[in-house]
């Protein structure tokens, strides 16, 4: 079945420092979706991406959908604390009902 | 704009005693549904789906069922719950955009 390879698993950067991540896949998706998980919560949409190459910002945030259509990434700028949490990739293909998901980076920010 | 009840928040039963997870979803109508599993620090195991009333797909054969008896209401059942049934549990949506939304879960700790 379809897979979703996302690293790294793990982050424990700086305050201010910039993070990136990525997800890959050997299929092709129509769309890519950004969540991130805080403890005891349920995950929050961040970014939807849905066309090739798309380079989409929500404040510090910016996910683009890669060219192949077998990636993504997500970059956030200048970490806060209150970017600690899991962030999930999720890929889908168009008439699908369901959401293919990475497994997951945990980002860690010491103060 | 949609939004996704779960109850209870929190859950302690006895093993081999029966289950029952409700989610409610509000503005919305003819959603899919969505139950996901996460267990402590992983990834999300999607458990069922549902695109419609009495639809319901199951994606991991386990001692849990669901129902969908409202277009706006989705069940979690079990018979007799084994250990491995702790977890987080979340529901979802999706409507006509690829886009999906998470509820705040239930927290089931199964003694």
């Known amino acids: 079945g379809q897979q979703l390879n996302q690293s790294p698993q793990s982050m424990f950067i700086q305050e201010g420092e910039d993070v990136s991540m990525n997800c890959t896949s050997s299929?092709?998706?129509?769309?890519w979706l950004w969540y991130k998980q805080d403890p005891g919560e349920g995950p929050v949409l961040l970014i939807a991406?849905?066309?090739?190459?798309e380079l989409t910002s929500n404040g510090r945030l910016t996910a683009q959908f890669g060219t192949t259509r077998k990636d993504s990434f997500l970059n956030i700028s200048a970490s806060i604390p209150s970017d600690v949490g899991i962030y999930f990739c999720?890929?889908?293909?168009?008439?699908?009902?369901?959401?293919?998901f990475g497994q997951g980076t945990r980002l860690t920010i010491n103060p | 704009s949609q939004t996704i009840h779960q109850w209870p928040a929190t859950l302690v039963q006895p093993v081999g005693s029966p289950l029952s997870l409700e989610c409610t979803v509000e503005?919305?109508?003819?959603?899919?549904l969505y139950w996901y599993r996460q267990a402590a620090g992983r990834g999300l195991q999607l458990l069922f789906y549902?695109?419609?009333?009495?639809?319901i797909s199951s994606e991991v054969p386990q001692n849990l069922s669901a129902s969908r008896p409202q277009d706006r209401q989705f069940i979690l059942s079990s018979k007799k719950l084994l250990l491995s049934d702790s977890g987080f549990y979340l529901c979802?949506?999706?409507?006509?955009?690829?886009?999906?939304?998470f509820g705040p879960g239930t927290r089931l700790t199964v003694t």
């Open positions: 999720a890929g889908i293909i168009q008439g699908a009902q369901k959401l293919v």
């Open positions: 299929s092709i998706f129509n769309t």
């Open positions: 991406l849905y066309k090739a190459g």
């Open positions: 503005g919305t109508s003819n959603p899919n």
């Open positions: 549902s695109i419609g009333i009495d639809q």
């Open positions: 979802a949506l999706r409507t006509g955009s690829y886009e999906q939304y």
